[in-house]
C-alpha cells in the first residue's frame, strides 16, 4: 500500500468495505483525504461509510459540506 497515493488508499478502502471492516475503511478514506484534501472523490467515498456506521446525521452533514464545496461532485 503506498501511503501518499490517495487512489491506492480508496481502493484499499473499498477492499476493507467489502470485507465488512468498515472502521479500517474509514480510516483509509480519512488518510487518502489526509493526503489530498482537494479530492471531492475522497471526501465522498465518507458517506456511505458513515450510514453503514450508522451515523446519517454526520454523512448528511459531510453530503451537504461536499455539494456546497463541489456542486458537480460525485
Not at 472523490?41 to 455539494?67: C, F, G, K, M, N
Amino acid at each position: 500500500l503506498q501511503p501518499d497515493d490517495p487512489q491506492a488508499l480508496l481502493l484499499a478502502a473499498e477492499l476493507q468495505s467489502e470485507q465488512g471492516r468498515l472502521q479500517d475503511a474509514l480510516a483509509l478514506v480519512q488518510q487518502a483525504v489526509a493526503v489530498d484534501p482537494l479530492s471531492p472523490v475522497a471526501w465522498a467515498a465518507h458517506i456511505p461509510l458513515l450510514v453503514s456506521l450508522d451515523r446519517p446525521t454526520q454523512a448528511a452533514e459531510l453530503r451537504r459540506r461536499l455539494y456546497e464545496t463541489w456542486p458537480g461532485s460525485p
